[in-house]
Nanobody, 116 residues
Framework: QVQLVESGGGLVQPGGSLRLSCAVS????????MAWHRQAPGNQREWVAT???????NYLNSVKGRFTISREPAENTVYLQMHNLKPEDTAVYYC??????????WGQGTQVTVSS
């Protein structure tokens, strides 16, 4: 059974930083595109960032310059480094693995709360 396990969420003050991790198992990590999405209370889930299997990245405009997505093949892990966090970044953050053949897997999510 494919597993995506997120970690690294928590409570941080505005302007602070967090690094989210997503450990992936039982799929061929190197062939998967990886993404982070988030869902704030009362809102629809929104896409945040993607890193393709060959390392190309793309970001939601509101996080550009503050968030960095990366992947570590040796660890089967994808990261989301978040700096200069704002209250509007508060959400449950979800990791996603997908490919062009229709495979699509999600983690259970990790809570990020930005508040003073």
């Amino acid at each position: 059974q494919v597993q995506l396990v997120e970690s690294g969420g928590g409570l941080v003050q505005p302007g602070g930083s967090l690094r989210l991790s997503c450990a992936v198992s039982r799929i061929l990590f190197s062939e998967m595109n990886m993404a982070w999405h988030r869902q704030a209370p009362g809102n629809q889930r929104e896409w945040v960032a993607t890193i393709t299997s060959d390392g190309a990245t793309n970001y939601l405009n509101s996080v550009k310059g503050r968030f960095t997505i990366s992947r570590e093949p040796a660890e089967n892990t994808v990261y989301l480094q978040m700096h200069n966090l704002k209250p509007e970044d508060t959400a449950v953050y979800y990791c996603r693995a997908f490919n062009i053949f229709g495979s699509d897997y999600w983690g259970q999510g990790t809570q990020v709360t930005v508040s003073s």
